[in-house]
């Protein structure tokens, strides 16, 4: 056997497996696009891997401004759990220290109130392994908890938990004071800060108008940060779009962190 033949040979194996990885990328692209779950705003499912957001994995959402943007931090988790929840059957476990949750205000975003089950903990730690405990059971749609921090190695654990049982988990960051920024970098999915939007009365039925959220994407893997401002349609299940694509930029909400 000649040089030559030994040399066509190799770099044959290694064309091949360059095919091998380049199909392994594609069926992994194509799996991604699968447990996405579009939110129905054009413009938002754009900027998100897949066109929208994934099912399999952990998302962040922090309130911008602590003792404003709690309630539309909250309200914004219950719209995006309520279009991950839609796609499977089966309880949601929602963990939190706090009693504020009125379990039938979850039917305005398509979540029955009999699907909840609320785990009353002492603190982060015990709603941490409350998640934990919940994503290794399959019969669970999905996982909720709030926490004071957002710990990025309890976030890792949770992320690969998610990933691994293919469920989505929400942590919702919930602080009275102002919480110590994370300079980490985030394990998850997506991480969201959310401050509250001006509604538009005249897309609701009701003198209230729909709930309406200024949103920032400060990380999403595979894509590029972005802020919104969208609104909750309670009629169709959907998001829209409350004004165009605002900015591309974190900056924009850095006057209300």
Not at 53 to 74: C, F, M, Q, V
Not at 106 to 117: C, V
């Amino acid at each position: 056997m000649t040089i030559e033949t030994l040399e066509n040979r190799s770099r044959g194996q290694d064309l091949e497996a360059l095919r091998r990885q380049m199909r392994a990328l594609e069926q992994g692209a194509v799996e991604r696009s699968r447990r996405a779950v579009p939110l129905g705003a054009r413009a938002l499912d754009e900027r998100l891997p897949g066109g929208g957001l994934s099912a399999a994995g952990l998302h962040e959402i922090l309130p911008a401004r602590s003792e404003w943007d709690d309630g539309a931090a909250l309200g914004f988790a219950l719209a995006l759990l309520g279009r991950l929840a839609t796609r499977r059957e089966g309880e949601i476990l929602w963990a939190t220290r706090q009693a504020d949750l009125y379990a039938p205000a979850l039917a305005g975003f398509g979540i029955a109130a009999e699907r909840l089950l609320l785990v009353r903990t002492g603190g982060d730690t015990e709603s941490l392994w409350a998640l934990e405990e919940g994503l290794r059971c399959p019969e669970l749609a999905a996982v909720v908890g709030e926490v004071g921090e957002l710990d990025p190695t309890a976030a890792r654990r949770l992320q690969l938990a998610a990933e691994t049982i293919q469920r989505p988990c929400l942590l919702l960051q919930r602080h009275r004071k102002a919480p110590r920024r994370s300079t980490a970098a985030s394990p998850a999915l997506t991480r969201w800060r959310v401050a509250a939007g001006a509604s538009d009365r005249s897309l609701s039925k009701s003198l209230v108008g729909n709930p309406a959220w200024r949103v920032e994407l400060l990380r999403c893997r595979g894509g590029q940060p972005a802020a919104f401002e969208v609104e909750w349609d309670h009629a169709t299940g959907d998001f829209a779009m409350a004004a165009e694509l605002c900015d591309s930029a974190p900056a924009a909400f850095e006057r209300t962190a």
